[in-house]
């Protein structure tokens, strides 16, 4: 694979930011479209628009078949056994938020809890939360250790036949930490608990297979995995499709209504009530293609490159501390220091053309965890370039400057 081509496929990483060349590292929060990506979405609205399952006529149908053919795509790329088990949403967030409303009501019976980690972003947290609090389940925390690790001993205690669900990201989006996802499921399965895989930061790096992992539920979204926003996934486990309940009611979920009830489709459709983001669902099957045809395993090699030449001149500035482990294998890097606020730093950075993420991440448990109230993440992905890692830092170190003299000269 030459990177020079595959970045041409990348307009978007030729335009300029504040008169400077784009240096994007804020791949966590989204990634950037290939033009065959872009291409799909414009040529289904082009040539093919039309609403699916609904209508007879040549486009409908081929619509309908385009979106089949995605979640065919889908199933396959993570190892569903079919794809009924492939519920298109809105993302990460509305994947999440579904198993609360079409699953988790229905099983939160009694005295229940629900078990997720300080490592979670607020997607795979509140919504459980939220739920023990409105029906008086108990919401347990699995802490992390300093460097960012996930207390597995506090987790094995947590897991009680009271617990209806173990909520866990495959990958921090904070400190890049890879969790044993295959471990924590066989440990939380041997105490009879199913197990929800949040795998919005690990999609678009490592291979995924719910079948081989024996997930129950994985949420995912196309926006960070090359894809169009608006675009995402939920997998079920078909075990847990007796247990489901209809949450979103509406146009395409049901097959009829007889004496006044309806009656339901099957999955998928009966999670999927009105017309789905037919567009966005045809150009995140373009960005699995995109992927399939760069292959994982030389994103996930570059990425992991990339990632730990970062840290290591990252962690050469003074007095800038990284965040987690010294090597953790998902592709981000936040830091922190006395030296710096995150949104100084950040905001000094996209003057230079460099974009990077400041703040919580919508994870403030887990810096909290971490002993911090925010930091700067720089997220690389497989079409970055080490020259524009050495830019970014440089940049930093500039910023990191400017700042020290504005502070009185320290340090
Ligand atoms: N989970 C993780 C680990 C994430 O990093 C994100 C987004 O940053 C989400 C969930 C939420 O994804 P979305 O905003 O696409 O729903």
Redesign the pocket.
């Known amino acids: 694979m030459d990177i020079c081509s595959i970045r041409k496929d990348f307009p978007i990483l030729n335009r300029t930011v504040n008169g400077k060349k784009l240096v994007y590292l804020d791949n966590?929060?989204t990634t950037q479209m290939p033009s065959q990506v872009l291409y799909a979405y414009t040529q289904h609205y082009s040539l093919d628009n039309a609403n699916v399952h609904r209508g007879i006529h040549t486009l409908s149908e081929i619509s309908t078949a385009k979106l089949e053919d995605a979640r065919a795509a889908a199933a396959r790329f993570i190892g569903a056994p079919s794809p009924e088990c492939i519920v298109f949403t809105s993302?990460?967030?509305?994947s999440v938020n579904t198993v609360v409303r079409a699953w988790a009501e229905n099983m939160a019976r009694g005295s229940f809890s629900i078990v997720a980690t300080a490592m979670e972003?607020h997607?795979?947290y509140l919504p459980w939360l939220d739920l023990c609090t409105r029906r008086g389940g108990n919401f347990v925390e699995i802490p992390l250790s300093q460097d960012g690790r996930l207390d597995t001993v506090a987790l094995g205690k947590a897991l009680t036949p009271e617990t209806i669900l173990f909520a866990v990201?495959y990958v921090s989006?904070v400190t890049g930490a890879v969790n044993d996802i295959k471990g924590l499921i066989d440990l939380a399965h041997s105490r009879g608990v199913p197990v929800l895989v949040?795998a919005?930061?690990a999609a678009r790096e490592f291979p995924i297979d719910v079948s081989e992992l024996g997930a129950d539920f994985l949420c995912l979204?196309a926006?960070k995995m090359l894809g169009p926003s608006g675009v995402?996934l939920l997998y079920v486990a078909k075990r847990h499709f007796e247990e489901l309940v209809p949450c979103r009611l509406g146009g395409g979920m049901i097959s009829d209504i007889r004496n006044g009830l309806p009656v339901y489709e099957q999955m998928p459709h009966f999670l999927e009530a009105g017309t789905p983001n037919i567009g966005g669902i045809v150009a995140f099957h373009e960005a699995i293609r995109y992927i399939e045809s760069v292959s994982r395993g030389y994103i996930e090699e570059r990425e992991t490159m990339l990632t730990s030449r970062l840290r290591e001149m990252l962690s050469q500035l003074k007095d800038v501390r990284i965040l987690g482990l010294s090597d953790t294998g998902g592709s981000c890097v936040s830091v922190v220091s006395g030296r710096f606020h995150p949104y100084d730093a950040a905001l000094l950075l996209d003057k230079q053309g460099v974009a990077v993420r400041s703040g919580t991440h919508?994870a403030i448990p887990c810096h909290r965890a971490l002993g911090v109230t925010g930091s700067l993440r720089f997220s690389p992905a497989f079409y970055n370039t080490e020259d524009e890692l050495e830019a970014a830092v440089t940049a930093f170190d500039r910023a990191l400057s400017i700042l020290d003299r504005a502070a009185g000269g320290k340090p």
């Open positions: 966590a929060a993302g990460t967030t509305d972003h997607s795979n990201t989006n949040d919005a930061q979204s926006h995402g919508c």
